[in-house]
């Protein structure tokens, strides 16, 4: 079964976290929320109370298929000067792992912390002019190398499709993607999002 964590921060975009959880649990993907404060109840960018299922000190040594983080300025910011989940993000991306940033935490995280290299990726709000790591790409959702990267909120279900489809195309026998889009009435594009 692949696994995915989803750090979360204080101040983090709610809506871009929740449905990222529910689409990949719907494909029966193990996905661990992972609190990155000292505290399994965190405070929300719009004050929805949500709690992490571990604490990231409890799961951190362990290795996941991929490692997810939403927006929200506060979040972002909470997560990008964190030197746990720095190093967290550092030791999947050494072992190949995917790494999947929505909204603000693609520039706020991974370019603010030269973690994206010469990879190409996409952010909200025009982040990406503030920093010069990673090559941005003005798409909605953008795949390269082990990169999974969304502009923001109203492409969250295109950004975890996407990550789902990634994570399962090597599985044999795993759910259809494209099945579960279809069922909740969701125009999944299905193509290479490459840039």
Known sequence: MKKVAVLLAD?????EA?????ILRRQKILVDVLSCSE???????FATHISADYLLNDKATTIYDAVMLP???EGTDNLSKDKNVIDFLKRHIAKDKWICAICSSGAKVLAA???LGTAKYTTGGN???NFTDGV???????????FISAKGLGVVFEFSFTVAHKLLEDVPDSIDVNW???????EHLNQSLSP
């Open 180 to 186: 579960q889009a279809e069922h909740i009435y969701f």
């Open 18 to 22: 929740v449905v990222f959880v529910d």
């Open 127 to 129: 982040l990406q002019k």
């Open 11 to 15: 101040g983090f975009e709610e809506a």
């Open 113 to 115: 912390n030269y973690l």
């Open 39 to 45: 505290n399994l109840a965190l405070s929300t960018c």
């Open 71 to 73: 927006g929200g300025p």
């Open 136 to 146: 941005f790409v003005d798409k909605k959702v953008v795949v390269d190398r082990n």
